[in-house]
Structures are given as structure tokens and as C-alpha cells.
């Protein structure tokens, strides 16, 4: 992908001996882009719907209009890129759905798709009704177990292999090396669902991923005042070519004012992503000690059956995601969120403050999230104070 406003290295002088920097600092300077015009270190939200056109009819800036792409949006991009070590390059969307709806969009019909049981519910649920409709086959298989996913492709007939990891609700930990090896040795490119995750964990394209998908909405913006979803592409193949256009003549593109609140949370996301993991750690620990949460699932437990390739393939902490299931069934799990007064009784996830949300209401019939289950994203307040508010919840919602 050529950048007219190409990344560079903090420095407003290139030189090849420039160093190379982590994605954490790069990430803190937006790429230490300078605007050239004032010097200023924070780019101009670029809001133009149309630009002029050369003389010789060309468009030399490489922008002509704002449905293919827009400047702030690829600023984003080059900053997501990075962090996902994507040599295609990054691919902004109006939402999470949005970006995962054009990879399936780029399949042909016939063609063979493997998903994962474990994975996010509206998804699943447009999936489901549309790939049908689309001529495309699907299996929906516990991507976990690794014999499974074996059995579930087809060589030659297979395309596609999405998996989520960790899985929505219950923190499933999918091998990604593994998976990749598997869908590959079938045909089939690999689609890793990372929004759990985000980049500073995991970076599925270094375990042989052929794309990454984040609903941005999420630890990304990390603000709960954006919606956004992005791709990341191992390879500017034609499937690649084929995504941007679907994005391009479908118009999900990005707003240019979402994209530059996402690059303003996107220099904190290290810092938002390790306190928030951290958090959940902290939490995990204490909820197991708790007589009213019967399980805690969470990768980041030593006896989570993720906690192996949770060790491996994620990095500085297993996410800010943890479910609990609690005492009581439904009931004490529905009591319970009713009784929380500093956690917000929200869905969503990945923001820095803390929500908690009774999922199996949300899902409904068929889906695998038990009805005890209480799904709790964990913000960058005092952790104490979180553990403390679930423990009254809990005690008060049985009658302690
Ligand atoms: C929220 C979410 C999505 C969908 O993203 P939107 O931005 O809401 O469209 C997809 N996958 C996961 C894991 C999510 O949490």
C-alpha cells in the first residue's frame, strides 16, 4: 500500500540508519508524524469530501474522494498497521461488523467456511442468515480443539478458517500457530477475530494469520465514544484487493472524525492495556477465592485449559475479558448485576470503565454462554473497589 503521508520514524529527518522503535513508542507519537505546513505534532482532521483534480486530469495527492479514503483515516491505518506488523497495510470500517462482513464478502459462492462455536454472537447470528443466502457453506466447531478443527475443513473446498481468541464469552484460547498450519494445509486462509486481545497481547500475522480482524469500538478507541473496525493484512494479495474494494463500493468506510478519535486513543492504548489487564488478573485471583462465584474463566489463571497457549502466543498480560459464573443459576446471576453500584450494567467491552453484562440474555436460545454466566470488561479504575462492589453485589443478591 503506498502512503502519500507515509509512516515515519520519530524524527523528521529519514535516513536508513534511522532506528527502529517498539509499537509501543511509535504508537505514542502516531508515528511522529509532523504536519509540514505548522509543525504541528497533532495531524489536521482532514473532513474534505472531494479534491481538485490536475490540470493533466490526474489526481497527483492520491485522494480524489472520500468514499475509497480519506487522509485521517489512513493516519489510523498506518498506526494499526504497525501495530500488527501488517504488510498489507490496515483497512478502516464503520464498525466491527462492518470489517468482518467484508471478509466473508470477498469469498465466492461455494465456497467452504469453518468458524468457531466460541465466538462473537452477532456474528455468528449473521452468519447464520447470510452466508447461505451468499452460496456459502459453513461449520461452526470448538476451534480449541485442534483434532476438531482438523476434521472440519476440506481440503480444496475450504477458504476460509475464523476463529476468536480469546472467544467471547468464555475466554476460549485458540491456538493461532496451529490453526494457521491447519487451514493453510487445507487451502484455506486463516481470519483471526483479536478484539479481546487488541495488538499489545497478541499479534496473530507474526503466528502465520493472513488477517486480523478488531471491532475498534472496542479496547482500540477504549473510550466507549466511538464505533469502528479494522483489518489487518498479512499479504496485498488479490483477496486483499478484493476486501478494499467490497469497503470502497459498499461505502464502510470510516468517518475521518472517528478515525482521528481512535488515533488520539491509540497513544494510550499500552498503557490503557496493561492496567486493564492487569485489572482482570487481580480479579480473576480474587473472584476464585469468592464462595459465590462457582468458576472464573479467565486465560490468565495458571489452571485456565488456555492457560498454555494463552502463555505463548499473548504477551504483557492475557487481556482485560473475564467471565464469572456464580451461585444461583440465572437468578443469582441476574440479582447480581441488578446490585453492582460502581460497575456499569452495560454491554460492550474494552473501555476504561468497568462493565458488567448478564450475556446469556443477550445471546438467547443456542448459544453456548451459560445461563449463571456474568461477563465483566475490566476499565483502569481501583481495582480493590471493583472486587469490593462485585462482592457486595454478590453477598447482597444471596441474601448475605
Ligand atoms: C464488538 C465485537 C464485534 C463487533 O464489533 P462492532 O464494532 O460492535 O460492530 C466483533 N467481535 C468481537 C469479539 C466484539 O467484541
Redesign the pocket.
Known sequence: MSLPNAPQAPSDSRSDAAPEFTPRTLAAQAMGRIEPGTRAVVMPLHVSTTFIRDPDNGYSSGYSYARPDNATVREAESILAMLEGAEAGALLFG????A?TAVFGALEPGDHVVAGTV??W??KRWLREEAPRRGLTLTFVDTADLDALRAAVAPGRTRLVWI?TPG?PLWTVTDIAAAAEIAHAAGARLAV?S??ASPVHTRPLERGADIV?H????ILNGHSDV???VLAGARADAFWDRIRGIRAGSGGILGPFEAYLLMRSLRTLHLRAAAQSAGALRLAERLSGNPLVTHVLYPGLPDDPGHAIARRQMRDGFGFMLSIRVAGGEAGAIATAARVQLWKRAT??GGVESLIEHRASVEGPGSPCPPDLLRLSTGIEDTEELYGDLDQALRSAHGG
Do not use: R
Open positions: 464498525s466491527g461488523m462492518a468482518a465466538m462473537y452477532a456474528l476468536e467471547n477475530d478484539t479481546a480482524m471491532s475498534a469500538t472496542k464505533v469502528a473496525g460492550s467491552l
